[in-house]
């Protein structure tokens, strides 16, 4: 039987381990990626799908008029936002790798206020959204369905920037479970809410949005708990400051390229 040569056991050494460092990283992405694509984000978008199901019960100019602003709203604002929240995982990536604990909180405040800023042209927008739906020749009932649809979503756009914000700032730090939790959490809570303001207190199509900006409200509570008290987040946990508007800048550089290719 042939001996395999000196060359050909150095290769298969060097062959396995990176066969092992492959299958680590594998396993370590997904237990990363898996938790937050399938049940954070999926969460959230249900919550708005579960909204608009439910307002939908009113008739059919209803649920198109709520169909089309779930769409555009969905577009024009929480995409957007989730978009250029994504911007956090390099910059607080980088910081968290070199040990920079206070620039991540720090980067971390300086996106949120760049997003609640971002909030406010795109609430502009969402209150006109009716006229220039008639503009594009909609029809009227529907458009006016979607126009009232989207001005009360507009309390709930606030509330998801500061979360995809600090799911940005704990998922950087490898704390995945909180934010599994607290989706969960505000899925739960969003679903009897949005049923109760719908059709117990028969507020329509108004109660459906409300409801969302509730649930977003809701989970920011539970995460910014959860940041405030736990000992993972001690090395990051840092008080506002005027540094924060300094962090702005490098922000909105990473955020809007990270927009437009999200």
């Known amino acids: 039987m042939e001996e395999p040569l000196p060359g050909d056991m150095v290769q298969r050494k060097r062959v396995v381990p990176r066969r092992d460092l492959f299958v680590q990283e594998l396993k370590m992405f997904s237990s990363i990626a898996l938790p ?18 439910m307002a939908g019960h009113f008739g059919e100019d209803s649920f198109s008029g709520t169909s089309i602003a779930t769409y555009l709203t969905d577009v024009t604002g929480f995409t957007l936002l989730f978009g250029m929240a994504s911007a956090l995982e390099s910059l607080c990536g980088q910081a968290c790798g070199a040990g920079l604990y206070h620039k991540l909180g720090m980067n ?17 927008l969402w209150l006109l959204l009716d006229k220039l739906l008639i503009f594009t020749g909609q029809n009227h009932l529907i458009s006016a369905e979607a126009g009232g649809y989207a001005f009360w979503l507009i309390p709930a756009l606030f509330p998801y920037a500061v979360l995809q914000a600090l ?24 679903l009897p809410v949005c049923w109760a303001f ?31 008290y736990s000992a993972a987040c001690e090395k990051t946990r840092i008080s506002f400051s005027t540094d924060a508007f300094l962090s702005m800048g490098e922000f909105i550089k990473v955020a809007i390229p990270s927009a437009v290719t999200s």
């Open 167 to 190: 799911i940005r700032y704990l998922q950087t730090q490898n704390l995945i479970l909180p934010l599994v939790l607290s989706s969960v959490a505000a899925l739960c809570f969003h």
């Open 36 to 53: 937050l694509v399938v049940v954070v984000t999926a969460s959230q978008h249900f919550s708005r799908i579960a909204s608009m199901i």
């Open 108 to 124: 971390t405040y300086g996106a949120i206020i760049s997003l609640i800023m971002v909030c406010i042209p795109i609430s502009l």
């Open 198 to 228: 719908v059709f117990y207190l028969k507020l329509g199509n108004t109660g459906a949005a409300l409801a969302l900006g509730l649930s977003y409200w809701f989970n920011v509570i539970l995460l910014v708990l959860y940041v405030k």
